[in-house]
């Protein structure tokens, strides 16, 4: 198993672009996440899933947009990057909200 | 809503010896999940130990060990024979038991740990 994947690992944006992290996990698991973490504010939840077709969103949604058309993917988009979005972005997933969520490696994004 | 508070943004300690991270939260829950993370610098979370709230036994992983207090709302990590390894950020997660939104992780802000040799 790969576990939860994502791409790219780094990535510089100018203001205004769009752009989209991609998040993949072959466990199986139902839930899946995107948390953001800045320093000194550990992670904060962007979105969640809790299964293809669903999604909701978490603390900190303003700029971002999900969707989940299968159980294995769950793409974020940035639809119009800003300086606030700076930012290392973390996919997670479990199988339930009763087990422990599985990180991604991350991507570091840079809005200039 | 619940919170997670994590008092100690930075330990050290000397390799071989112990140390305790501490973790305080808040909810009126009364079934959900603690968990610690570590995160070295290749900034890979990584799941460490994980408790259950209904569970009065002390989870234990190898040398990493909880005292989990429930009345007290205190879940803290002790590190046994610190190890050059250990040194990294690590996180207190809490997660309730109900579904839905309370299903994420509610992260504390950390504490940097440093071991010296």
């Known amino acids: 198993n790969a576990g939860v994947t994502q791409t790219p690992k780094f990535q510089v944006l100018k203001t205004g672009q769009s752009m989209t992290l991609q998040c993949a996990q072959d466990?199986?698991?139902?839930?899946m996440s995107w948390y953001r973490q800045d320093p000194g504010m550990g992670l904060r939840l962007i979105h969640y899933?809790?299964?293809?077709?669903?999604?909701d969103q978490g603390e900190v949604p303003n700029g971002y947009n999900v969707s989940r058309s299968t159980t294995e993917d769950f793409p974020l988009r940035l639809l119009s990057a800003a300086p606030s979005q700076t930012s290392v972005y973390f996919c997670a997933s479990s199988r339930t909200e009763a087990y422990e969520q599985y990180f991604g490696p991350g991507t570091r994004l840079t809005v200039t | 809503a619940q919170t997670v508070t994590q008092s100690q943004p930075e330990m050290s300690v000397q390799e071989a010896e112990t140390v305790t991270l501490s973790c305080t939260y808040d909810?009126?829950?009364?079934?959900?999940?603690l968990f610690w993370y570590k995160q070295p610098p290749s900034r890979q979370m990584i799941l460490v130990i994980r408790?259950?709230?209904?569970?009065?036994q002390n989870a234990t992983e190898n040398r990493f060990s909880v005292n989990f207090q429930k009345a007290a709302k205190s879940f803290s990590l002790k590190i046994s024979d610190s190890q050059l390894g250990d040194a990294a950020m690590y996180f207190c997660?809490?997660?309730?038991?109900?579904?839905?939104?309370?299903?994420?992780?509610?992260f504390g802000k950390g504490t940097k740990l440093s071991v010296k040799p």
């Open positions: 408790q259950e709230a209904y569970k009065q």
């Open positions: 997660a809490y997660r309730s038991e109900d579904g839905g939104s309370q299903g994420n992780l509610i």
């Open positions: 909810t009126s829950e009364s079934d959900y999940y």
């Open positions: 466990m199986n698991h139902e839930y």
């Open positions: 899933s809790v299964g293809a077709g669903i999604t």
